[in-house]
């Protein structure tokens, strides 16, 4: 497998998009928002990309679950897996691409997931805390290396419900293939990818009506909460449409949250590298025939 991996605004599906039409090949999603139907804008979907000189290129794990549902890791690895095959089985070299990390190493690594069910008296025991002191409860079951995946209660609750059922019972593990993947990392100048985010943030809100996604969502019977558990734009922007912030707040709030999931992304990157990973840096301002081209030398050289 090639894995292409990057942070938001990097340029990285665009550049896999051309990949695969190149390798005549296909790819699977590895974006945590992505997966859900009707969150197109805010997810930055740009279906557009995977159109290459007219030519549409196969993807998986996108648009495969509603609105308002809660996807978790068990069911992307089991979702990829059956992708994975899909391809694999047809002679073709699968091509993973997104920026969730978590979602890329578990993959990668071979993390052996089980389901947990609700709790639903633990969840009522934890409804009235706080975030900060759902973090302390979490943090006695787990060290937590980032907050990324705990930025609201209800996740922070679900992560604790997660680690206690881990606690009381014996953990029946899904095994899970070795899968050997040449990862690419698409590096991009901090301040270039700064001004690309602002850059997309105002395209998003004033040109392709982001703001009307997420009424539209609440409007079909989506609960504001259960929006603002997907964080970044669907949060901030639901909080704008709830009356809770003005329009300038939202944009502050939402660029700033937009920068710092960036730089969450390649700590997270990094991370990865530093667990033993072996990630090929290619600069994101190099043409993108030159980007192929160096990642077919690389294929051919772990080959």
């Not at 897996?81 to 691409?97: E, H, S, V």
């Not at 392709?208 to 558990?229: A, F, N, R, T, W």
């Amino acid at each position: 497998m090639i894995t292409i991996l990057g942070p938001t605004a990097c340029g990285k599906t665009a550049f896999a998009a051309r990949m695969a039409d190149t390798l005549g090949t296909e790819i699977i999603s590895a974006d945590s928002r992505q997966i859900y139907r009707d969150m197109n804008i805010g997810t930055g979907k740009d279906l557009n990309d995977y159109i290459v000189d007219g030519r549409a290129v196969p993807y998986h794990l996108i648009d495969i679950v509603p609105a308002g549902y809660k996807y978790n890791l068990f069911e992307y690895q089991r979702d990829f897996l059956k992708a994975y095959d899909n391809i694999t089985d047809r002679g073709k070299l699968p091509i993973l691409c997104g920026g969730t990390g978590l979602y890329i190493e578990s993959v990668l690594k071979g993390y052996r997931m089980t389901p947990v069910p609700e709790n639903p008296e633990l969840r009522a025991s934890l409804s009235d805390k706080s975030l900060d002191e759902l973090i302390d409860i979490l943090t006695k079951y787990k060290t937590l290396h980032n907050t990324t995946d705990v930025d609201t209660c209800k996740r922070a609750i679900r992560a604790i419900e997660i680690q206690v059922y881990y606690k009381e019972h014996l953990i029946n593990e899904r095994e899970f293939p070795k899968i050997n993947s040449l990862i690419i990392g698409i590096d991009i100048d901090r301040d270039e990818r700064r001004a690309k985010i602002t850059a997309r943030l105002k395209k998003r809100l004033e040109e392709e009506h982001m703001i009307d996604e997420v009424k539209q969502l609440l409007d079909s019977g989506i609960k504001p909460d259960d929006l603002v558990y997907y964080g970044l734009e669907y949060k901030c922007v639901t909080l704008y449409l709830t009356g809770k912030l003005t329009y300038d707040e939202m944009f502050e709030q939402l660029e700033t949250a937009i920068h710092q999931f960036a730089k969450r992304q390649m700590t997270w990157f990094r991370g990865m590298e530093r667990r033993g990973f072996n990630i090929h840096w290619i600069n994101a301002d190099i043409p993108t025939e030159e980007k192929i081209k160096t990642t077919i030398s690389l294929l051919h050289q772990q080959s």
